[in-house]
């Protein structure tokens, strides 16, 4: 048998084991086939030589913000997926998002469809925002999203324009435990975070740094509580996204160790930034703005800690980027928060970019990077969080997220030792934006080369994303 493609000379990582330092990856047709030692080769038989380094399943994104009618500045899906790429992630998966006034979300599902073909350099899938679970959209319209390979949907339990109060959350968890559907919920306390918000707003407290304190984590402790209360009454699967608080997160390994269907998503963001960055700079007190989100950076070191050891010791299902920025030096960006010139923290748009650095920083805590007695989870973990998980959540497996025959051959190879060393920089990236919240920290490596379904699509080697607009392919998940 002869193959299209070998990798050879990688120490292959799955979710269980690293694999035999000889043991050789066999591609065809962008699937890959066999592995084993010694593989055939044929006359056209491209090989690919990694040197021996690590190599990793491509990186599931499952929580990305592309082309979003309120983030106007925010990335599209050519500059998001091309930086997706350049940073060792072959899928995505992002929000088609019903506003309010919404009767239906089958146009709003087509609509950002279009918005996608031909313009992704990975593949992608999509999850629904709902906002406005009306009976017609529960009862017709969440089956039409199963059929059509949408087999989750995302809600909020904060910000008024988009929160669906606790009977609604109950109505859409009913419907989604009958179809076999994943439902995500952005928990945070709505009545406290307005109640706070207003009392600083009425004492001049509105500089950015102020979100912070607006938004303190006994808000995500309290909604996660709720969330995880009424997913139990419903007995329906959960993922509370974007983590970070050591008390939520409690929540969940408590919920976890009574066999319930409660998952947890944290970000980067939350495990390497403190909310000092909020804090303007001498040169530009509004500078903090860039790293506004929701929930917000914590303000101890501590606080992180406690993040790390639910990343190793399993409690966390996904790491993903909750990708969703606006530009900083933009008036319809981060820059809406300045209003007659004065800071107005509630105005800032929430959201950091992430997609391009979210695996690095994660495999540089992993013993590839480290001494052992010094690495944050071990390799197959790193492999868990970043890809396998996330296909078995949201309906990929048996394609993506495991290096198996059978499965698309999407493929991180590494550099080997310390190689790929650099510190992250604005310049070296590859979104739209015009800052990343990362710059100046070190990440022991970086992807030298990115494969999709094969073909590589990004070579740290030429310094360039070498894949193609409209190389992705939608996916249509199931259960």
Known sequence: MAFDTILTNGRIVTASDILPSRTEIGITAGVITALGLALPRGPSTKILDARGA?????????????AQKNSPTGDGWESGTRSAAAGGTTTVIAFASQERGDESLVPVVEEYLKLADGQSYVDYGVHCIVTNPTAKILDKEFRWLFEQGMTSVKLYMTYEHMRVPDRGVLEILFKCR??????????????????IIEGLERKGNTEPYFHALARPRIAEDEASYRAISLAELADAPILIVHMSSEVAVSHVREAQGRLLPVHAETCPH???????????????????????????LRHRKEDLEGLWRAVANGTFTTWSSDHAPSKYDHPGGKKLGLVD????????????????TRMALLFGQTEACLPASEARLSLPRFVQLTASNAAKLYGLSGRKGSI????????????????GE??????????DM???????????????WTILRGEVVWSDEQGDV??????GEFLKRGR
């Not at 179809?179 to 109640?195: R, V």
């Not at 909310?275 to 860039?290: Q, T, Y």
């Open 341 to 356: 010139g004065i800071p107005r923290f509630s105005k800032i748009p929430n959201g950091l970019p992430g997609v391009e």
């Open 466 to 471: 070498v894949g193609k607009k409209g190389d």
């Open 54 to 66: 690590y190599i990793t399943p491509g990186g599931i994104d499952s929580h990305v913000h592309l």
């Open 422 to 431: 650099r510190v992250i920089e604005q310049g070296r990236m590859h979104h």
């Open 178 to 195: 009958e179809l076999g559907m994943t439902t995500m919920i952005h928990a945070e306390s709505h009545d406290m975070i307005s109640f």
């Open 404 to 419: 198996a025959p059978g499965f698309d051959a999407d493929l991180i190879v590494w550099y080997p030792g310390s190689e």
């Open 434 to 448: 015009d800052y990343t919240p990362f710059e100046g920290v070190e990440v022991g490596n970086w992807p030298r």
């Open 270 to 296: 939350y495990l390497f930034l403190l909310s000092e960055e909020i804090k303007g700079k001498e040169h530009d007190h509004f500078s903090g703005a860039k790293h506004v989100c929701s929930p917000p």
